[in-house]
């Protein structure tokens, strides 16, 4: 009876060992937990949002935490007056391979940034040009504005000799503003004729009234220098 018992066993332990070492391990079989729609990668943080040009930059932060519509972005106050788009824009999602979307409070896309660089996004704007989301650790200073560009120059050459007295102002005139030139004057401005300026990618652009155009960088030693170089070049300097 015993001996009939032990064989019993044996072949029920035979046809089990199999089943057991098919198992697989309770956290091989757990599934992975799904990702969460529009989780942030390096978004979340201070980013600089501004034109093509940076004139025009303000600062947009991405929160975590989840809004009505996608998660929490905020606007610092001057974003509204530079951009009037700005308070239509609720929430933000990022998806992967997807857009960067900027969405109103029905979850419509306002924007749609494409990330054509690492932690560079851009986006079209009708009326606004092509728009920018970039790390601000990665940029260097903003661009100077005609505001600050605004006032009294004098015209130099790099020996410091003077040649001419120019004001920038602040009257529009279009797309530019008007410039005004104080005699006396070398012949090398008054031939040239300026009439109007403008700043364009961070340069001093001087406009003559037949669309000549004088082109000032900015150096490290503070004054303006036109470009291309020349062995005499003319500078600008404040007054």
Do not use: Y
């Amino acid at each position: 009876m015993v001996r009939n018992a032990s064989f019993a066993f044996l072949v029920m332990t035979a046809f089990a060992a199999p089943s057991l070492a098919q198992a697989p391990a309770p956290d091989a079989a757990a599934p992975a937990a799904p990702e969460l729609a529009g989780a942030p990668r390096t978004v979340a943080g201070n980013w600089e949002f501004s034109n093509a040009d940076r004139e025009k930059t303000c600062t947009i932060t991405f929160r975590n935490d989840t809004a009505r519509v996608g998660r929490r972005v905020e606007f610092d106050p001057k974003c509204a007056a530079l951009f009037p788009f700005v308070p239509e824009i609720a929430g933000w999602r990022l998806n992967d391979n997807d857009f960067l979307r900027l969405l109103d409070a029905q979850g419509n896309s306002v924007l749609e940034f494409s990330e054509v660089e690492s932690d560079i996004f851009e986006a079209p704007k009708l009326g606004e040009g092509i728009l920018f989301i970039q790390n601000p650790t990665d940029l260097g200073p903003a661009p100077k504005t005609a505001d600050q560009m605004k006032g009294e120059w004098v015209v130099i050459r790099r020996t410091g000799r003077p040649l001419c007295t120019l004001t920038l102002s602040d009257t529009a005139a279009g797309e530019e503003f008007v410039l005004r030139v104080i005699p006396p004057c070398d012949q090398i401005v008054t031939r040239f004729a300026p009439t109007a300026w403008q700043m364009d990618r961070g340069e001093i652009v001087l406009r003559a009234a037949n669309g000549q155009s004088w082109r000032f960088e900015e150096t490290e030693d503070q004054k303006w220098q036109r470009v291309p170089q020349t062995a005499n070049p003319l500078l600008m300097q404040r007054k």
